[in-house]
T-cell receptor, first 116, second 108 residues
Framework: ETGVTQTPRHLVMGMTNKKSLKCEQH?????MYWYKQSAKKPLELMFV???????ENNSVPSRFSPECPNSSHLFLHLHTLQPEDSALYLC???????????????FGPGTRLTVL | GIQVEQSPPDLILQEGANSTLRCNFS?????LQWFHQNPWGQLINLFY???GTKQNGRLSATTVATERYSLLYISSSQTTDSGVYFC??????????FGTGTRLKVLA
């Protein structure tokens, strides 16, 4: 595996379900990101982890819960979502210089989520 | 916060034509990236270009940081160039801000 991978690629869930999205990066980076892309909107940054610590939480509702067990893996746990949460969820990684400066970002293929 | 505007929002080209996409940003930035999002949603890195000019095949990009804009040139366009082109600026402290994109369609 190379680059950034995401599973599953497609997910349909009901509003009462609990599911998790997984992201894995094989680039040796130390920062990982979750983005949300709704139809006809720019990408919105949700969470940032640098050196496995959450450094950014962009006013995301608590029904989205991130987890970063190590620098290669990132999860997004989902529970009691709303239909408006249907979107493409993208994971990215980059190399952080330790002082908040991030170099080039690389993206995974995304998980297309539909909430019924 | 920093505002990122891209133009034009939509572009239709005949195969073989050239085009220029523009990205304006409202404040100084540490770096800038151009991406192509294919029809399946994958964001493909085109250029990492905080300043200066870079070329990669039929694509080239120029960023003039002091004037707060970047240009992406596509020459001899092909149908596989279709998709959405995003610029993203890095404003510091882990924040990449994406523009609204230019949707390109290349007709055979």
């Amino acid at each position: 595996e190379t680059g950034v991978t995401q599973t599953p690629r497609h997910l349909v869930m009901g509003m009462t379900n609990k599911k998790s999205l997984k992201c894995e990066q094989h680039l040796g980076h130390n920062a990982m990101y979750w983005y949300k892309q709704s139809a006809k909107k720019p990408l919105e940054l949700m969470f940032v982890y640098s050196l496995e610590e959450r450094v950014e939480n962009n006013s995301v509702p608590s029904r989205f819960s991130p987890e970063c067990p190590n620098s290669s893996h990132l999860f997004l746990h989902l529970h009691t979502l709303q239909p408006e949460d249907s979107a493409l969820y993208l994971c990215a990684s980059s190399q952080d210089d330790g002082g908040g400066f991030s170099n080039e970002q690389f993206f995974g293929p995304g998980t297309r989520l539909t909430v019924l | 916060g920093i505002q990122v505007e891209q133009s034009p929002p939509d572009l239709i080209l005949q195969e073989g034509a050239n085009s220029t996409l523009r990205c304006n940003f409202s404040d100084s930035v540490n770096n800038l990236q151009w991406f192509h999002q294919n029809p399946w949603g994958q964001l493909i890195n085109l250029f990492y270009i905080p300043s200066g000019t870079k070329q990669n095949g039929r694509l080239s990009a120029t960023t003039v940081a002091t004037e707060r804009y970047s240009l992406l040139y596509i020459s001899s366009s092909q149908t596989t160039d279709s998709g959405v082109y995003f610029c993203a600026v890095y404003s510091g402290t882990y924040k990449y801000i994406f523009g609204t994109g230019t949707r390109l369609k290349v007709l055979a």
